[in-house]
């Protein structure tokens, strides 16, 4: 019981580091992190990103809203797919991104993803069973777990990286 209650307390001693979740029932991903920095320079650094990430941010960000903290953004991402006969292509599958800050936090989600063939990746199933079977659809959600895990993750990197210009 002694070093139960020093492990807790030698793990109380270490900053809380960012938790990345991922909820298979709705097919969302979630990433709440720490840093210390302003609300403002926390909303700008993430909007920042997603004109850098998304090419053509006046179509893509749908919420701008600096008092509260809050971008929502709808885009698409390329995830890859293997068809008949071996040949490899890519689909466009919708994707709508939040981002929500303030003072020293922020939170990314990703959601609300949608394949052309298979539908909401909520699903268990794929929407049209000619283009893409069960396995097909287990395949496609796998990778996309691929492409957005690493997405997730440059988010979070690139908010570590504020720069202080106090000169």
């Not at 909820?23 to 991903?29: A, H, M, N, P």
């Not at 895990?149 to 908010?159: D, K």
Request: glycine fraction near 4%; hydrophobic fraction near 35%; proline fraction near 3%.
């Amino acid at each position: 019981m002694k070093s139960f209650v020093v492990v807790i307390l030698f793990l109380l001693c270490f900053p809380i580091v960012g938790i990345s979740q991922f909820d298979k029932s709705d097919f969302t991903f979630q990433r709440i992190d720490s840093v210390k920095a302003s609300k403002q320079e926390l909303y700008f650094k993430a909007k920042s990103w997603l004109i850098k990430k998304f090419i053509d941010s006046k179509e893509v960000i749908q919420v701008d809203d600096k008092e509260s903290g809050k971008l929502i953004a709808k885009s698409t991402i390329k995830t890859p797919h293997k068809a008949m006969a071996g040949f490899s292509g890519y689909d466009n599958t919708e994707v709508v991104i939040s981002v929500d800050v303030k003072d020293n936090k922020y939170r990314i989600r990703f959601y609300d993803l949608i394949h052309p063939y298979g539908g909401e990746y909520k699903n268990d199933k794929p929407k049209n069973t000619m283009m893409l079977n069960k396995s097909g659809w287990d395949k496609v959600k796998e990778r996309t777990i691929e492409i957005v895990e690493p997405l997730i993750s440059e988010f979070n990197t690139y908010m570590k990286t504020i720069k202080n210009d106090n000169f």
